[in-house]
Each structure stands twice: as structure tokens, then as C-alpha cells.
Nanobody, 115 residues
Framework: QVQLVESGGGLVQPGGSLKLSCAAS????????LAWYRQAPGKQRELVAR???????DYADSVKGRFTISRDNAKTTVYLHMNSLKPEDTALYYC?????????WGRGTQVTVTS
């Protein structure tokens, strides 16, 4: 059974940092492209960052230079390091496949950036 569990969100001031984690089970992790997505209130879910099985990454323009996606195949976990956070980064963050059909969505982890 596929399960994605996101964690690490929280309340942070502008300019602050957070590290999100997504523990995956029930998938062949090491050959899967994985990604972080986010959804702000009243907006559609959007792709934030993606990492292939080979470690190639790409990012939304809005987070380039501030966010870094990484993966640990041994721990079947994907991470999102977020620096220089802005109020517009406030959203519910999810992980899922980075290509192909989506897996069942997890509950996400809330990131709130406010002074």
C-alpha cells in the first residue's frame, strides 16, 4: 500500500528556513522521480521542485535559488530545504511522484511565513 507522509512544516518569519521531509512506502522509491507540490488557499496545486531517480533537479521559478530538493534512497525519503522564505511561500506542501500518474496524496505539511 502506497503511503506518503510529509512533515517538517511550521510557522516561520520571513527570511527564515525550514526543512520538509516526505517518507514514502509502497513504491519502488529508487527508480521514481519525486516532487514537492504546494497549494495555497484559493489557488491550484503547483509544482515546487522535482528530482529524478538520477538526482537531476528542477524548480519553479519562484523558488529557484532558495529551495533545494534532495533524496535519500536508503531511507526512502525526499527532502525540501527552504531558505529565505517569503510570505507567498505560505501553503500546504505535499510530495508525490514527479512524473506519470500521481500516487494517493498524503495529508501534507503546512508552511506559514508571517511576521
Amino acid at each position: 500500500q502506497v503511503q506518503l507522509v510529509e512533515s517538517g512544516g511550521g510557522l516561520v518569519q520571513p527570511g527564515g528556513s525550514l526543512k520538509l521531509s516526505c517518507a514514502a512506502s509502497g513504491i519502488v522509491f529508487r527508480i521514481s522521480a519525486l516532487a514537492w507540490y504546494r497549494q495555497a488557499p484559493g489557488k491550484q496545486r503547483e509544482l515546487v521542485a522535482r528530482i529524478t531517480s538520477g538526482g537531476v533537479t528542477d524548480y519553479a521559478d519562484s523558488v529557484k535559488g532558495r529551495f533545494t530538493i534532495s533524496r535519500d534512497n536508503a531511507k526512502t525519503t525526499v527532502y525540501l530545504h527552504m531558505n529565505s522564505l517569503k510570505p507567498e511561500d505560505t501553503a500546504l506542501y505535499y510530495c508525490n511522484r514527479g512524473s506519470g500518474a500521481f500516487l494517493s496524496w498524503g495529508r501534507g505539511t503546512q508552511v506559514t511565513v508571517t511576521s
